[in-house]
């Protein structure tokens, strides 16, 4: 994909040689690709993507403060429908973008990973002001390449769309946009004035670039990703532990069977077969001791350090009863807050690229035609539930108590439990009248 963008706009791909592999590794990782010397089932990349994923939405709610039966409403149930795909392609891949396209009467996102599209720009902070994806369509046995690249501007977003017939692995002639069905109502040039940047939604991993040191995001098992390969050979040697201690038994060639061509063997190899020396007539059982415990303990101490580099609680990955010296209270308490907060910064990112994409749906839905946006757009408020360092339901009754003393306005506790904006008057007369009884307001 990168070579044909470069061939259709001229334009190179910002990513350093370094992050383009470190890429392909994440991924191999992650999808189990064969390695020589490593056994690759355990997949332990997939069951940290999926342990977090699941962390960061076991309490999610979001909603609209205004306008959740309109476009903004319909919207975010799309939204809310590609979650967990999108953010576990952004674990993967340290990045993931969120395509807005037009469906029916709304607008349904497409999670888009990182390896299917190509920065062509970015600013000081790591932010796209370029980008360039593909689409492969056919038609019978010509196959085609629809290139597209997103320009941020001042104004607003221009996009150019290309559409080429490819011929072999090669890029070839390009072809006006209505030779395809599917891309006949588009245009190669479009500018949509007051779209913010890419147009696209994205989700960036929080972690510090541990690759090239540039503003690109990195995989979330970036930092463990030599940990993950010792695993995966470690877990190969104790397969190989355990062949090699399958017993054997020693038998004389005079012993074993002829087969239609007159070799002796038998095919149960359990048997192994020795010269005929009238020293090694007879039959002799080998079965070496098993040195399983010694790969098991060095798979676990792999583990730990797995946890410890990613901010993961003792026993996510590895198995707690394992360790050799018991941890202190302090200790188990300082790794349950590190999981805490990794899974609260997990959680902005995915409250980031949400709120993101419903200020996009504003801005396209305008100028579709599907809805007259009001002066003060929906605001998005996302619930998260409990997490380790705080109970909800303790500091709510504090709340309660600090009103009922006087202490507290209850519009502002009520702005609290709700996650509702508070900051104006015009804030808390709306929650005023959307929560407090009549007589009630203060």
Known sequence: MQTYLEQAFGKNDVTSARMRGALREWLDLYYGAPRPGEDPAPRLATL???????TVFADYN?????????????????????????????????ECLL?????????????????CYTPLARDAHGRLLAVGTMECHSRGATRYALLER????????????????????????????????????????????????????????????????????????????????GLARCEQQLNAEFANGASRVFASEDLLRPDARG???LRDDLFVGLPDDPANLGVTVYSPTLREQSYLARKQDLLRGCESLLGLRRGILSETEAEAQPRTATEIAATSVDYDLTIR?????????????MTLCTALGSLYGLWQAPARPPVL?????????????????????MVADGLLRPELALAWYY????????????????????????
């Open 48 to 54: 940290i993507v999926a342990k977090l994923c699941r």
């Open 62 to 94: 979001a909603r609209l403060d205004s306008g959740a039966d309109g476009l903004p409403g319909r919207s975010l149930q799309a939204l809310n429908a590609v979650a967990k795909r999108a953010v576990q392609y952004a674990l993967i891949g340290g």
């Open 99 to 115: 395509k807005p396209v037009l469906s029916g009467d709304t607008l349904d996102f497409v999670p888009i990973r990182r390896d």
């Open 150 to 229: 997103r320009v941020a501007g001042a104004e607003g977003l221009t996009i150019e769309t290309r559409l080429f017939e490819l011929n072999g692995q090669a890029l070839g002639r390009c072809v006006p946009l209505s030779t395809l069905e599917a891309c006949a109502d588009l245009v190669p040039q479009l500018f949509l004035p007051g779209v913010p940047g890419v147009g696209l939604a994205v989700l960036r991993t929080p972690l510090a670039n541990c690759v090239d040191g540039s503003t690109d995001a990195v995989s979330i098992y970036a930092p463990a990703v030599g940990l993950l390969h």
């Open 263 to 265: 070799n002796r063997a």
């Open 345 to 357: 910064d997990l959680q902005t990112m995915w409250a980031d690229a949400a709120r993101e994409a």
């Open 381 to 401: 408020t996302i619930d998260w539930g409990d997490g380790v360092l705080y109970d909800r339901s303790r500091v709510w009754a504090e709340q309660r108590e």
């Open 419 to 442: 996650d509702l904006p508070h900051e104006t008057d015009a804030d808390l007369r709306r929650i005023r009248e959307r929560f407090m009884p009549k007589g009630g307001n203060a």
